[in-house]
Structure formats: C-alpha cells, structure tokens
C-alpha cells in the first residue's frame, strides 16, 4: 500500500501524473498519517458503517476509511485526480468515487441507495472556501449518524460555541440545531501539502436521532435566528422588526414581552429553546 502522507512519495506521484494544485478547490493535501488515522479513530467508524466522504484528494482519509468501514462513498469535484486514485485506492473493493460537485449532489438520495444496511456516517477534511455550505448539506440532509470534518479552526469554534459567547452565530445555532458538537483536536499547518496559512481542528457533530425542539415552522426558526444575528449591535426588538416588516415593532416587543424576554436582549444571548419560544409566537402572530 502506498504511503499517501509521505510528502516526497506524494511530490512524485504528483509529479508523473502532471497534476497541479488547485487554490479554487481548497486543495491542501495532508502528509501526516497519524491525522486521517486519528479522524477515523475519534469518528467511531467500523464495519457496520456506510462512509460518504467530501473530497477525497489522492485518498489519505479515503484510504483510512475503507480500511475501517463497510463501504465507503466519495465525492470528487476535480476530475484531473481519476487516474491518481486509480493507482492508490483502486485496491478497495467497498470504495466507490461519484465524480461530483458536493453541493449539486442529492446527499440523502445517494445514502438511501449506496447504504443500504449501514450505519451512515459523514467524514472530511473539507475544502476552505466551501466549509459552511457543505456542513449545511450534509446536517440538512438529516440521515448520518455523525459528521466528522476537518475545518479552519475559528471556524470549528463558533460551530461549537455557546449562547451569550463571542463566537456564537446564526450558524453555531444551525448546527447544533441538528447535532451535538464536540471538538476533537488541533491540526497544524505544516500536516498539508501546500500549507494553508491558518490552523485546522476536527470537529464531531453527533446528530439527534430525532430533533429534541419543539418547533412549529423549521422555516421560520431559521428566519427568526438570521434576523436575530443579522445586526449585532442592535437589540433583539431591532433586528425582529427588520426581519419581520410585516409584524412591526411594536408587535415584536409584544412577543418577547409574552415569551418572557425584556426588550433589550440581544439575539446572541438566546439558546436553540428560546429561539423556539420566540418563533413558534412568530408563527402564530402571522397565521392569525
Ligand atoms: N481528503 C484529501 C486530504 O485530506 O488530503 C483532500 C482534502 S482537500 C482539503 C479538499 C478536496 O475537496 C480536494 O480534493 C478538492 O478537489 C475537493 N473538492 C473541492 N470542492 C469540492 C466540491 N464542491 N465537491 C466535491 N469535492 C470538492
């Protein structure tokens, strides 16, 4: 089996295959095996698992998840890798490469059909300039049991941070809307091949087995939080009122007084439960 990580060996399988790095596609290749063993470790992957993976790269991870998992799946947008992981995955029977962009890609279908019987889990070290995006597809999709990936690690941190904190955000709520966050470990820049400028962290994202909030309108819920967030400085009644222009201010201080919030809270303040207060009285408002 060919070392993946072993930084001249991958210099020259790059080299033979003329292959050239690219920044658009957030390619920062990792060199240090004791990371992908790492990520498969901490994301309990085993034989009864069904493994889709965003961006396999030349297969350091992929590699490491088809020696742990039942089957595995991987997304690869830069078709210029086809032959480079023909030569070092083309040895696993349970890999399959879908010659896809991730955010075009019906996730919950291909689980459904790829993963029949298996546990399905999500694992990645995610391109940069699409972390967010692709975070949203897999929690929207609601059907992994867990989402291990590696980001930048500010933005590991705000998925992860609490209400009232520096980092928290209308994304930290959007994720652990579907899933328990849990930090795992830090990645430095010099574990890639180009080093990216910045510090990465693996972060684990156990989703509810059925969502524990009780909320009226999933829509609504999100609206209500990206209002909430949109305009840090104002209070919660200000940006209210400009999410919901139909309401108007004076109603919206009527449903925080109802939901048992003073007028000048701040949105960053709120956890997942009384974003729920506030938007199930939002979806009563305007469905009367
Ligand atoms: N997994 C490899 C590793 O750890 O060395 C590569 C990780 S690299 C950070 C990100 C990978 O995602 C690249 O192989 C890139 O081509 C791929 N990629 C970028 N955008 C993508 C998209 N929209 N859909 C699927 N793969 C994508």
Not at 91 to 109: C, G, H, P
Not at 158 to 170: E, F, M, N
Not at 189 to 214: D, G, H
Request: proline share 5%; with cysteine.
């Amino acid at each position: 089996m060919i070392d993946l990580c072993n930084a001249q060996q991958l210099k020259e399988l790059l080299a033979r295959h003329g292959f050239h790095f690219s920044k658009a596609k957030g390619q920062n290749f990792l060199i240090q095996s004791w990371v992908p063993r790492q990520i498969v470790e901490y994301a309990e992957i085993d034989k009864g698992c069904g493994v889709l993976e965003i961006g396999p790269g030349v297969g350091p991870l992929t590699q490491q998840l088809c020696l742990g998992a039942g089957k595995v799946a991987a997304l690869e947008v830069d078709k210029t890798l086809r032959p480079i992981l023909a030569e070092t995955l083309g040895e696993f029977e349970n890999l399959e490469i879908i010659w896809q962009d991730a955010l075009k890609t019906d996730i919950a279908a291909l689980v459904k059909e790829r993963f029949q019987g298996l546990r399905p889990m999500a694992c990645a070290n995610l391109p940069y300039y699409i972390t967010s995006p692709v975070l949203s597809v897999l929690l929207e999709a609601k059907c992994f049991d867990s989402v291990t990936v590696m980001v930048q690690k500010e933005v590991a941190q705000r998925i992860a941070s609490k209400a009232g904190t520096g980092d928290y955000s209308a994304f930290s709520v959007f994720c652990q809307y579907y899933a328990q966050p849990e930090l795992l470990f830090d990645v430095p820049p010099s574990c890639f091949m180009p080093q990216p400028k910045v510090t990465s962290s693996v972060i684990r994202l156990k989703t509810y087995e059925k969502l524990p909030w009780e909320i009226a309108d999933e829509g609504l819920f999100f609206r209500t939080v990206r209002a909430s967030f949109a305009q840090r400085r104002k209070t919660l009644q200000n940006g209210l009122s400009s999410g919901f222009p139909e309401l108007g201010k004076a109603v919206i201080a009527e449903i925080l007084t109802q939901c048992g919030f003073s007028l000048n809270v701040r949105g960053e303040t709120l956890d997942i439960p009384a974003f729920g207060r506030i938007s199930n009285a939002i979806a009563a408002r305007l469905n009367t």
